[in-house]
């Protein structure tokens, strides 16, 4: 792995946890209240991680595409078509996850996301637009494409999927992450421009966000239930 990739890794790892350490800081140091300063903490870190690691990677992008990469109306049709099946594999997982493994549907991860986004809709900047790039230029271009010259599609998508997964801090629904891990990946190949799961991802992540936003607790747990009671028609139980 190039010696500029670890570095980009090692900011993201910065990113993820200095909060530990900074937003207790800010607490102390600013008249605003815990919460707000994790939350400000948050979007000011991964703002300024997003800028390191995009002036790491410059040698990449001053290197141009790749040979038989898409063109831009392809790169527009595999964004669109990523969506969906990004939204299937992921619809899939989830159903495997309830009915052959009894998994509750539903993600602290992404709850915790919306019930601070409601407080601070400025935070919606992170897992919308941030996030998303960050995690594709690791776990795509650098972890699955460092493990897709050593290995074969297969082998390199499931372990980057995995990892995807795991770091996402839900384990029970790891199925999920890694089946939206395996599509991005497959868009990167096929396509040979990581800005395809780049657009897809924040596609998907922004139309959860802004659903949610406009859904009530309430109204989600009804539209988990109709979504149980859609796969007891489709599996029986």
Do not use: C
């Amino acid at each position: 792995m190039k010696k500029r990739y670890w570095w980009v890794i090692i900011t993201y790892i910065i990113v993820q946890f200095s909060g530990i350490l900074f937003a207790p800081l800010l607490y102390l140091t600013l008249p605003i209240s815990e919460v707000d300063a994790v939350i400000y903490w948050s979007i000011f870190s991964f703002a300024v991680g997003l800028i390191i690691v995009l002036l790491i990677m410059r040698p990449d992008m001053r290197a141009g595409s790749q040979r038989n990469a898409s063109s831009t109306g392809q790169v527009i049709l595999w964004s669109i078509l990523g969506v969906f099946m990004a939204f299937i594999a992921q619809g899939v997982a989830a159903m495997i996850e309830i009915e052959v493994f009894g998994i509750d549907p539903g993600s602290e991860n992404t709850q915790v996301i919306m019930d601070v986004a409601r407080a601070a809709p400025l935070f919606m900047i992170i897992p919308a637009v941030i996030a998303p790039i960050l995690e594709e230029i690791i776990f795509r271009k650098i972890i699955f494409g460092g493990l897709y010259e050593r290995t074969n599609f297969f082998i390199a998508a499931l372990l980057s999927a995995l990892i995807f997964g795991i770091i996402h801090g839900e384990p029970q629904h790891i199925l999920v992450y890694a089946s939206m891990g395996f599509v991005f990946a497959f868009l990167y190949v096929k396509t040979k421009r990581i800005i395809v799961p780049i657009i897809v991802h924040m596609a998907m992540n922004t139309i959860v966000v802004i659903a949610q936003f406009n859904l009530t607790p309430e109204e989600i747990e009804r539209m988990q239930q109709q979504l149980q009671d859609l796969q007891m028609i489709f599996f029986g139980g």
